[in-house]
């Protein structure tokens, strides 16, 4: 019973906000968003599917040089197919990373500041959720890897070699699945098969990524002239949420919002970028909103910095 009435309360409070409801209803509010990017450079991360692939596509729409960033060379290869039968205005280049290695985060990192040492806005949206627990060769659980180290090692990387240009963005892609966890430090990299959750680890990541965001803006606001954002895109019909939630999908399909819909803020936040905003605000439709649904998430032993120590540790590479 208590189970039930746990669902029915999470459909209740979110199922009108986080769908395609929501979005048509406040969107009705908005004026058409009116930007030219020529000149600028995106770089988005898991941009060959889903949520990433309608920001990039998006975003080269209004002129910007997009960097779309994901495994598949295949499916980044139609993606840029897609954006030239589409006739974007800007232009689309393919860069193959996985970004659950270190190694490889390491190596397109250098690749970045060689080839495109100039970036304008950075959407660190890469995300999984596993059902499985998996660890990679450097000794990683596979979801904490991408979901929130990846985000870390680039974005340091670039701030460090000062190719995230002054005014520019750094919007970081989290979820409503946040609310579902305080900061945990002690569960971000989980060590065991027994007991693995991936819906669990999903959200630590996930509220991690809303810590991270306070503290770069904290650490780099002022120094780096850049605004960070943390956002939600709201429940899209991608096939991450096919593959990992296929129960959710086929209850709210209906109401699912398009991957259009998912990376409307990542576009207008990118183009736009709003200053004097709650810098701990959780961005939805264009509006913050709390980054707390329930009062349990805002309890924690640790702050933003301590996560941000423990993924400085957590970069180091496993030795030879
Ligand atoms: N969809 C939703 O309703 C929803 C809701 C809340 C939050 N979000 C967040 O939005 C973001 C995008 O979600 P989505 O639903 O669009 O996901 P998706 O459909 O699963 O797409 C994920 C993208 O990331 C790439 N990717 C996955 N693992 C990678 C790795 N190790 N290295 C490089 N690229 C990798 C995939 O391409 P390759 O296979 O080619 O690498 C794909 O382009 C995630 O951060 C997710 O948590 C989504």
């Known amino acids: 019973m208590s189970h039930l009435m746990k669902i029915a309360n999470f459909y209740g409070r979110f199922l009108l906000s986080f769908t395609a409801i929501g979005y048509w209803w406040r969107s009705l509010f908005w004026s058409r968003l009116k930007a030219d990017l020529s000149g600028q450079t995106w770089l988005v991360t898991g941009a060959s599917g889903g949520v990433g692939r309608a920001i990039v596509l998006g975003a080269a729409r209004y002129g910007a040089t997009v960097l779309a960033a994901a495994r598949s060379a295949a499916k980044l290869d139609e993606l840029v197919a897609d954006a030239v039968s589409a006739g974007v205005k800007g232009k689309v280049v393919p860069l193959v990373v996985d970004f659950s290695l270190k190694r490889d985060v390491r190596r397109f990192s250098e690749q970045i500041l060689t080839e495109h040492p100039r970036i304008d806005v950075l959407v660190n949206n890469v995300g999984v959720l596993l059902d499985d627990f998996s660890v990679t ?59 693995y959750n991936g819906i669990r680890a999903y959200a630590v990541h996930k509220r991690g990524q809303a810590a991270l965001t306070s503290y770069w803006s904290e650490v780099y606001g002022s120094s780096s002239g850049l605004t960070f954002y943390v956002m939600h895109p709201g429940w899209a019909d991608t096939q991450g949420v096919k593959t990992s939630l296929p129960r959710f999908r086929r209850i709210l399909l209906w109401v699912l919002r398009t991957p259009a819909q998912g990376a409307d803020t990542a576009i207008w936040l990118g183009a736009t970028r709003p200053q004097g905003t709650d810098p701990a605000g959780f961005w939805l439709d264009r509006a913050t909103r709390s980054a707390h649904a329930y009062e349990f998430t805002r309890k924690s032993k640790h702050r933003p910095v301590d996560l941000a120590n423990y993924l400085k540790g957590a970069s180091a590479m496993p030795a030879p």
């Open 137 to 195: 060769d450097e000794g990683h659980e596979m979801s904490f890897a991408t979901n929130i180290l990846s985000h870390f090692m680039l974005t340091e990387r670039l701030i460090e070699a000062g190719a995230l240009v002054r005014g520019g963005a750094v919007v970081n892609m989290s979820s409503g699945g946040m609310y579902n966890s305080p900061l945990a430090i002690g569960a971000m990299d989980a060590k065991k098969a027994e007991g």
